[in-house]
DNA sequence: GCCAACGTTGGC
DNA sequence: GCCAACGTTGGC
């Protein structure tokens, strides 16, 4: 799998927003920002699953509880640079495009093929894979092309 | 602000 | 390696 060629991953960011924001990621612009703080191993591993390229969504949680924009990955992972501690570590990301429509949690739980998306059944999890599946129908509610 | 769910830590 | 205690997340 690699960059251009090989099968496109999709994925589900989440961060609160008053602390990192969809603005704040829209600010840092092409050249991205490091999606550091992570310290939970599975969240962990999707990162390292990631290639540049990568497609994900947006998603406050606690407010708004919705899906806000795209964003690619534009970094492998490599040492997350807030901590000293060689077991974390995380992808750069920037941001591509926003939703035309925010996509809530509830949205979700009421759309018919998002019944097993991992935001809805482990919510708790802040780095999730999203299927191709679900990518399309959510990209849909949101009012954009997948 | 509450609390359920879940992940991590550390004593044994 | 088990599991109780504890801390955190995040929806409500």
């Known amino acids: 799998m690699e960059a251009g060629g090989g099968l496109m991953a999709y994925w589900l960011f989440k961060s609160e927003p008053d602390v990192w924001g969809w603005p704040h990621q829209v600010a840092r612009g092409a050249a991205g920002e490091e999606w550091h703080g992570v310290r939970n191993y599975q969240a962990r591993n999707n990162m390292r699953a990631m290639v540049v390229g990568d497609q994900g969504f947006f998603y406050h949680s606690n407010i708004g509880k919705e899906i806000v924009g795209i964003v690619e990955v534009c970094r492998t992972v490599q040492q997350d ?26 949205d979700c739980k009421v759309q018919p093929g998002l019944e097993k998306m991992v935001l809805i059944n482990n919510s708790r999890l802040s780095v999730q894979p999203v299927t191709v599946d679900e990518w399309q129908i959510i990209c849909g509610l949101g009012g954009i092309d997948p």
């Open 81 to 106: 640079s807030t901590t000293d501690d060689p077991r974390w570590d995380c992808v750069m990301l920037r941001a591509v495009r926003p939703l035309l429509r925010a996509v809530s949690l509830e």
